[in-house]
Nanobody, 123 residues
Framework: QSRLVESGGGLVQPGESLRLSCKAS????????MGWFRQAPGKEREFLAA????????YYGNSVKGRFTISKDNAKNTVYLKMNSLRPENTALYYC????????????????WGQGTQVTVSS
């Protein structure tokens, strides 16, 4: 049983950066991977990035490759998403997730989801 809580969202201007955090709690926290997704109104949930928990292999969605960086701190049960060069179209609710399944790019691979943190990119 894992509970995930995202933080770090907010309102930023285009071109600025933001760092999201996701803290996991629970006695049995031991996922295969942690991932970040986002969902804008009327859109499907989109894969952004994932990192395997044991060895730290990273995966990125094509839309954010080169701009976003996922990292983790196993001792703190925390995963981060550093987002650079944010654009208005990146406005969405950002979710972190933990899962034991593959492929890590798929929503269905994840069993636990945070409540989401809102990121709004606007002038």
């Amino acid at each position: 049983q894992s509970r995930l809580v995202e933080s770090g969202g907010g309102l930023v201007q285009p071109g600025e950066s933001l760092r999201l955090s996701c803290k996991a709690s629970g006695r049995t926290f031991s996922p295969y991977a942690m991932g970040w997704f986002r969902q804008a109104p009327g859109k499907e949930r989109e894969f952004l990035a994932a990192i395997t928990w044991n060895v730290g292999i990273t995966y990125y969605g094509n839309s954010v490759k080169g701009r976003f960086t996922i990292s983790k701190d196993n001792a703190k049960n925390t995963v981060y998403l550093k987002m650079n060069s944010l654009r208005p179209e990146n406005t969405a609710l950002y979710y972190c997730a933990a899962g034991m399944s593959r492929p890590v790019v798929a929503v269905a691979a994840y069993s636990y989801w945070g409540q989401g943190t809102q990121v709004t990119v606007s002038s």
